[in-house]
């Protein structure tokens, strides 16, 4: 809505933060010319999106919200939920995206991060007993690479690799793409993310990035065959 659009220019070029103070429906309806109906339309679309948020009781008014990065990926993959996105779309983007994100993190890491990827890596310290304890080690695999993302200083390059995550994360719950353990999967993927940890620890922008790169060829043609599985069985 062309309103909605313009309140949100005023609002950045008036250098507004998130929790900021925005003016009331009256001065709105001033400032922009609009009537009361549009103004209101206009508030109900920023606060749907997250951008306003309205609070009651005293000290209460209209305030200029923050969407949280959970929020954000939850809208994006609304949009993805009618297209058609196969693992090789989503590997194709991790490909090109992850072992540059690990090259720029070599040597930049402090010892509290690597320790805390070395934590999560606790999850799966041991091959998998059945097919849900795989599925939950996949998932923490992820979150390995999801939290690796956070560490950089490239908001947009840790949003989207996180995003690439949480759509993984999602196909292995819904899509049940772990029927049994398996080993070399878990395996490979361990040994990958230790031999990258030594790798950001030593400042080896390089061999971060030739890891991280083999380790997402490697989980991508691994997650096509697991999907190549699971629709066999739907095969009559």
């Given at each position: 809505?062309?309103?909605?659009?313009?309140?949100?220019?005023?609002?950045?070029?008036?250098?507004?933060?998130?929790?900021?103070?925005?003016?009331?429906?009256?001065?709105?309806?001033?400032?922009?010319?609009?009537?009361?109906?549009?103004?209101?339309?206009?508030?109900?679309?920023?606060?749907?999106?997250?951008?306003?948020?309205?609070?009651?009781?005293?000290?209460?008014?209209l305030?200029?919200?923050?969407?949280?990065?959970?929020?954000?990926?939850?809208?994006?993959?609304?949009?993805?939920?009618?297209?058609?996105?196969?693992?090789?779309?989503?590997?194709?983007?991790?490909?090109?995206?992850?072992?540059?994100?690990?090259?720029?993190?070599?040597?930049r890491?402090?010892?509290e991060?690597?320790?805390?990827?070395?934590?999560?890596?606790?999850?799966?310290?041991?091959?998998?007993?059945?097919?849900?304890?795989?599925?939950?080690?996949?998932?923490?695999?992820?979150?390995?690479?999801?939290?690796?993302?956070?560490?950089?200083?490239?908001?947009m390059?840790?949003?989207?690799?996180?995003?690439?995550a949480?759509?993984?994360?999602?196909?292995?719950?819904?899509?049940r793409?772990?029927?049994?353990?398996?080993?070399?999967?878990?395996?490979?993927?361990?040994?990958?993310?230790?031999?990258?940890?030594?790798?950001?620890?030593?400042?080896?922008?390089?061999?971060?990035?030739?890891?991280?790169?083999?380790?997402?060829?490697?989980?991508?043609?691994?997650?096509?065959?697991?999907?190549?599985?699971?629709?066999?069985?739907?095969?009559?």
């Amino acid at each position: 809505m062309r309103v909605a659009d313009a309140i949100k220019d005023w609002v950045v070029e008036q250098g507004l933060k998130p929790g900021d103070r925005l003016p009331g429906e009256t001065e709105l309806i001033q400032r922009f010319a609009m009537s009361k109906g549009t103004i209101r339309e206009a508030l109900r679309l920023l606060q749907a999106q997250g951008l306003v948020e309205t609070k009651t009781g005293p000290g209460g008014g209209l305030f200029v919200g923050e969407v949280s990065r959970e929020r954000a990926r939850a809208l994006l993959a609304n949009f993805f939920y009618f297209q058609h996105v196969t693992i090789d779309d989503i590997y194709q983007v991790r490909v090109a995206l992850e072992p540059e994100m690990a090259a720029s993190l070599a040597g930049r890491l402090s010892e509290e991060q690597l320790a805390e990827l070395s934590v999560i890596m606790e999850d799966y310290a041991q091959p998998a007993a059945d097919a849900e304890e795989e599925r939950i080690q996949h998932v923490s695999s992820l979150r390995f690479h999801a939290r690796l993302a956070d560490f950089g200083e490239n908001a947009m390059l840790g949003f989207f690799i996180g995003f690439m995550a949480q759509i993984l994360t999602d196909l292995t719950v819904y899509k049940r793409l772990y029927t049994q353990p398996n080993h070399d999967l878990w395996r490979n993927g361990r040994e990958h993310q230790i031999d990258l940890i030594a790798a950001l620890r030593d400042g080896d922008a390089q061999a971060a990035r030739r890891i991280m790169h083999e380790h997402m060829q490697q989980a991508r043609q691994m997650m096509e065959d697991q999907e190549a599985e699971v629709m066999k069985r739907f095969i009559v």
